[in-house]
């Protein structure tokens, strides 16, 4: 049974820092570039940030670079998200999210397998 467990979410004022992290269990994680997207309420979901399957390349959506790290530690088959400097627009529910390979670093919902159930994060001003 494939998981995704999304964790670190929380409330935090602007200017502060969160870091999400994502367990993966029930596939070969060596074998699928990871994502994160997040929905805001009334919001289509987008890709924030994406990584390869060895963390060797990665992408961000404008609104994140420089501010958003995403990486992974593929022996605890874990997706991490550092997010700094973080905004009132950053709010949203985050989403981990597994594309098995052949796969793009850049976030695609059509080419997702697997998603995890989110993890609120609120940024008030």
């Known amino acids: 049974q494939v998981q995704l467990v999304e964790s670190g979410g929380g409330s935090v004022q602007a200017g502060g820092s969160l870091r999400l992290s994502c367990a993966a269990s029930?596939?070969?994680?060596?074998?699928?570039?990871m994502a994160w997207f997040r929905q805001a309420p009334g919001k289509e979901r987008e890709g924030v940030a994406g990584?390869?399957?060895?963390?060797?390349?990665?992408y961000y959506t404008d609104a994140v670079k420089g501010r958003f790290t995403i990486s992974r530690d593929n022996a605890k088959n874990t997706l991490y998200l550092q997010m700094n400097s973080l905004k009132p627009e950053d709010t949203a529910m985050y989403y981990c999210?597994?594309?098995?390979?052949?796969?793009?670093?850049?976030?695609?919902?059509?080419?997702?397998?697997?998603w995890g159930q989110g993890t609120q994060v609120t940024v008030s001003s």
């Open positions: 990584i390869s399957v060895y963390g060797g390349s990665t």
């Open positions: 029930g596939y070969d994680y060596n074998r699928a570039c």
């Open positions: 999210a597994a594309a098995f390979v052949p796969c793009k670093v850049v976030p695609t919902q059509s080419n997702i397998n697997y």
